[in-house]
């Protein structure tokens, strides 16, 4: 086996000195890296292979085709058609649905200090998902490749604040959604069993570690079994949200209405107060744009891709509303608060002898949650560092099992970091200041390209106005928290961003690799059992 993966690297790396076509079959003229298996210069350009055809617009112009070919069929690992209605409308559920609506309504009792305020925001916060996503859609369909805000940037503006966003993605987006969702994960598995005190943040942060170790385990051996793990935690995930809205229904019916009829009781929350409790708010809901990360697999994306958006977020809009209402029918609004973990104080109050069900249901949830997250983290990854934004042994996948081991190992390793030195709420805030800044740039991605790539093919197509309402909003979330209550940590993302200029130039655009970088990816080879997808074909 080691000299079989010798050779296909020997053979890879002759392959990618032909000047006239790099490693992934692209005619293109490109400097060769040291390595070989990227031949990634940074002059990709933003807009990628291109076909021409007629615009089925009306206007008798000419249009080009974004899709980039990424996944070809020809490939022996190609991304294949099999997500329908349903199951796109279950990605985006299943996706949405985790540990944020079990952790986020007491942080935004919090910061609002009003029921009915917090009330309006969840559904605030809904509406906007839903609008982003509605974008989303157009920019998906515009363009049907694999890595969703990086191939929208690579269109519009280029390489490089593509590349500053996978950067970011990689190394602080994925692993932080990651790590916080272990946390929570672990902050129920931990309670379910200390019921007089807090259990010790060192044994949460234990079992978060372990949840991790478990979580790439499954995904790293067969992509069949994570997927099957998704499936049926999500199921999980399901029945526990029907516990809690049925177990909110039934004390409305014996009317206990108290704390809903005097909902708008409380102090006014100030303007950087309410983009913070946003933030709490959006973490909830975030996952409405990870459809697009799979666009090569819908079928019929330009139909099936917006569909399964309408759907989709307004039913978890609902449950969300419906969940709210539960906790504040079996609860005040000062427990909820004092609650480290509000599902497992619900279940005590309205589930009796049968209340461990509740911290089970949503320690399955949240694990579920964390799988899907590792996957699609790895599909986003592979995507930026096939194009060569990123590290070669990122874009490699298993000889036998076909999972893309080292982007998933890189992620994981990042979120343990985090797990250990962060709690949930410093990365909900840092998290939702850093995703805003790019959800906002997707916005203005989509705007621009109205305006320079008029004759692209847009199966579906938004009214202008809905971008533009999104990215006032973003410009809100990012700016009004910077205002109000000034903190090191917003400096800190911002300065990580454009750090990543400093390897983008010598890197990607210029094409330097460092000659270690020849033995380090061969060894990781190695010891990884991984090749690039392009010799996958030698194993047949």
């Known amino acids: 086996m080691r000299d079989k993966i010798s050779q296909l690297f020997c053979l890879q790396k002759n392959a990618c000195k032909n000047n006239s076509t790099d490693c992934r079959g692209q005619n293109v003229s490109s400097k060769v890296t040291s390595n070989g298996s990227a031949c990634a210069n940074g002059s990709f350009g933003a807009e990628g292979p291109e076909t021409t055809e007629t615009d089925s617009s009306g206007t008798g112009g000419v249009r080009k085709s974004l899709e980039r070919n990424g996944s070809a069929t020809n490939d022996a690992i190609h991304l294949q058609r099999r997500v329908g209605l349903f199951s796109g409308v279950a990605l985006i559920v299943g996706t949405m649905i985790g540990s944020g609506i079990f952790v986020s309504p007491s942080g935004l009792l919090v910061r609002t200090g009003s029921v009915g305020v917090s009330f309006i925001i969840w559904l605030a916060c809904g509406l906007l998902s839903l609008l982003g996503a509605l974008a989303y859609a157009e920019l998906g369909t515009m363009n049907t490749s694999s890595g969703a805000e990086w191939a929208y940037f690579m269109d519009a503006f280029g390489p490089a604040p593509a590349f500053l966003f996978s950067w970011v993605s990689t190394l602080v987006l994925k692993p932080s959604q990651m790590a916080i969702i272990c946390l929570s994960f672990a902050q129920y598995a931990v309670e379910a069993f200390v019921s007089e005190c807090d259990p010790p943040m060192s044994v949460v942060k234990m079992v978060a570690l372990l949840a991790i170790v478990m979580i790439l385990f499954v995904n790293c051996y067969s992509v069949n079994l994570g997927m099957a793990v998704q499936n049926i935690f999500t199921a999980a995930k399901l029945v526990s949200v029907v516990i809690v809205i049925c177990g909110g229904a039934w004390k409305l019916i014996q009317g206990n209405t108290q704390h809903l009829s005097s909902a708008f009781n409380g102090s006014t929350p100030t303007f950087g107060a309410i983009a913070t409790a946003f933030y709490t708010g959006l973490w909830a809901y975030d996952g409405w744009n990870n459809l697009n990360y799979v666009t090569e697999e819908i079928k019929n994306p330009s139909k099936n891709l917006p569909r399964s958006i309408i759907i989709g977020i307004p039913l978890v809009t609902l449950c969300y509303t419906l969940i709210n209402i539960s906790y504040l029918a079996a609860m005040s609004p000062t427990e909820m608060i004092e609650s480290e973990a509000v599902a497992v104080t619900f279940g005590n109050r309205i589930l009796g002898v049968m209340a461990w069900l509740m911290p089970l249901s949503v320690t399955i949830s949240t694990f579920g949650s964390a799988n899907g997250t590792l996957f699609a983290a790895g599909r986003l990854c592979f995507a930026a560092s096939r194009e060569g934004h990123l590290l070669d042994i990122l874009s490699y996948v298993h000889v036998r099992r076909l999972t893309p081991a080292p982007g998933l190992i890189f992620h994981s390793l990042i979120a343990a970091a985090m797990v250990l030195y962060g709690t949930i709420d410093s990365l909900i805030d840092f998290f939702s200041f850093t995703a805003w800044i790019f ?69 990607v655009k210029m094409g330097m690799t460092p000659r270690f970088m020849n033995k380090v990816t061969l060894f990781l080879q190695l010891l990884l059992e991984v090749v690039p997808t392009s010799s996958m074909a030698m194993f047949e």
């Open 439 to 507: 959800y906002g740039g997707s916005m203005l991605a989509l705007i621009v390209m109205r305006y320079t790539k008029p004759n692209y093919p847009r199966p579906y197509k938004v009214p202008i106005i809905i971008p533009i309402v999104v990215l006032v909003i973003s410009l809100y979330l990012v700016v009004a928290p910077i205002i109000d209550t000034p903190r090191i940590e917003y400096l800190y993302a911002c300065l990580f961003i454009l750090a990543g200029l400093i390897f983008y130039i010598p890197f």
